[in-house]
């Protein structure tokens, strides 16, 4: 559907959840574009619903990663090089924070939970990055999701509002020390999507109509207009693009008011 071919080239997605996560749907985009994939699932619960999926993507694999152990990680960087030789792209659509982290005050926020936040949605990225260039050794693409709260106040994104500005200042970080490899690190800023994470934040749905009603383009986004953003950054075609967060958010962003 998209003039974009990826056939030959490789790479991993850390995020799958479900059908409706948008690392899915990128996944799909992706896979349609050509290429040969591998998903990670966190854990046993949610390893049938993911490698489901990856038995509709052609030669795609599902290996298992909690992205907060460093073992688990090294291991499934070890069996992608195995498997695949090499990768061109990694997506990193991993974030997390604790339920009640998410409600009430921001200044109630405990330290666990803050330290939880940071770990999952934000340090995961570095070590992801550090291994994946090891298997990119004529350059290659990160992409990692995050959103606009990471610059404005959004009640009921508390201390995700906090792990997303930081994981904007790592994409910076990264993409200035891998730069010199070829490697390029970008960040897509979604706007508001119905994805199972969407229902623990409060409020959701008056965020989603807000955001219809405020944007230039009078309407929310789709989880494709996602994924194709992440196909352009994956590609050649973006190949002069690094260090950037790209709103995909139908022109929110933009709005005073």
Same mark, same amino acid.
């Given at each position: 559907?998209?003039?974009?071919?990826?056939?030959?080239?490789?790479?991993?997605?850390?995020?799958? /959840?479900?059908?409706?996560?948008?690392?899915?749907?990128?996944?799909?985009?992706?896979?349609?574009?050509? /290429?040969?994939?591998?998903? #990670?699932?966190?854990?046993?619960?949610?390893?049938?619903?993911?490698?489901?999926?990856?038995?509709?993507?052609?030669?795609?694999?599902?290996?298992?990663?909690?992205? #907060?152990? @460093?073992?688990?990680? /090294?291991?499934?960087?070890?069996?992608?090089?195995?498997?695949?030789?090499?990768?061109?792209?990694?997506?990193?659509?991993? +974030?997390? +924070?604790?339920?009640? @982290?998410?409600?009430?005050?921001? +200044?109630? #926020?405990?330290?666990?939970?803050?330290?939880?936040?940071?770990?999952?949605?934000?340090?995961?990225?570095?070590?992801?990055?550090?291994?994946?260039?090891?298997?990119?050794?004529?350059?290659?693409?990160?992409?990692?999701?995050?959103?606009?709260?990471?610059?404005?106040?959004?009640?009921?994104?508390?201390?995700?509002? #906090?792990?997303?500005?930081?994981?904007?200042?790592?994409?910076?970080?990264? +993409?200035?020390?891998?730069?010199?490899?070829?490697?390029?690190?970008?960040?897509?800023?979604?706007?508001?999507?119905?994805?199972?994470? /969407?229902?623990?934040?409060?409020?959701?749905? @008056?965020?989603?109509?807000?955001?219809?009603?405020?944007?230039?383009?009078?309407?929310?986004?789709?989880?494709?207009?996602?994924?194709?953003?992440?196909?352009?950054?994956?590609?050649?075609?973006?190949?002069?693009?690094?260090?950037?967060?790209?709103?995909?958010?139908?022109?929110?962003?933009?709005?005073?008011?």
């Amino acid at each position: 559907m998209y003039p974009i071919d990826l056939t030959g080239k490789k790479g991993i997605i850390f995020g799958v /959840a479900n059908d409706r996560s948008i690392a899915w749907g990128i996944a799909q985009m992706l896979g349609e574009a050509g /290429a040969r994939l591998a998903l #990670t699932y966190q854990n046993d619960r949610v390893k049938g619903r993911v490698t489901r999926l990856a038995d509709t993507l052609d030669d795609a694999i599902s290996l298992p990663c909690d992205a #907060t152990d @460093d073992s688990q990680i /090294a291991d499934v960087f070890s069996q992608v090089g195995d498997t695949f030789g090499g990768i061109s792209f990694l997506v990193h659509s991993i +974030a997390f +924070a604790q339920r009640e @982290d998410l409600t009430g005050r921001f +200044a109630d #926020t405990s330290r666990e939970g803050f330290q939880i936040a940071l770990e999952v949605s934000a340090y995961s990225l570095i070590p992801l990055v550090r291994h994946a260039a090891d298997l990119m050794p004529d350059g290659g693409s990160v992409v990692t999701l995050t959103f606009h709260a990471s610059q404005r106040v959004y009640p009921g994104y508390n201390v995700m509002g #906090t792990a997303k500005a930081a994981l904007e200042h790592s994409v910076r970080q990264l +993409a200035s020390e891998f730069g010199p490899q070829g490697v390029r690190v970008n960040a897509i800023s979604a706007g508001p999507l119905e994805t199972l994470a /969407a229902r623990g934040i409060d409020g959701f749905r @008056d965020m989603k109509r807000l955001h219809a009603e405020t944007a230039p383009l009078k309407r929310n986004i789709t989880v494709d207009e996602v994924a194709t953003t992440a196909l352009f950054l994956c590609s050649g075609l973006s190949s002069g693009i690094t260090g950037s967060v790209i709103p995909v958010d139908a022109g929110y962003h933009i709005m005073a008011v």
